[in-house]
């Protein structure tokens, strides 16, 4: 198997994609379809149990959840745009 630094394409985690705030971004866009990505969690442990597309009635999130999440992505964005560059120039 390949080195993982030179695969084409490396799995990332629930909890990284939500954790770095792309799963509120990408869930502002699905909800103009009335769509979400859900995540199930486990209250006791606060493990990811199952995640799943659903229809829903609500549309967007707070202020306060949405600056959170943008904050987030620019913090992945500073820590990791010189590998996304280069990959961009590949």
Known sequence: MADNENRMV??????DFRNNGFLLIINQFLHIFGIA???????????????FPARVKFR???????????VRVSEYMDKN???LLKEAKE
Do not use: H, N
């Open 37 to 51: 990505i859900c995540v199930e969690i486990d209250k006791d442990t606060d493990q990811i149990l199952r995640v």
């Open 60 to 70: 967007g999130f707070s202020e306060e959840s949405t600056s959170k999440a943008y």
């Open 10 to 15: 490396k799995e990332m985690s629930w909890e």
């Open 81 to 83: 745009a010189k590998e």
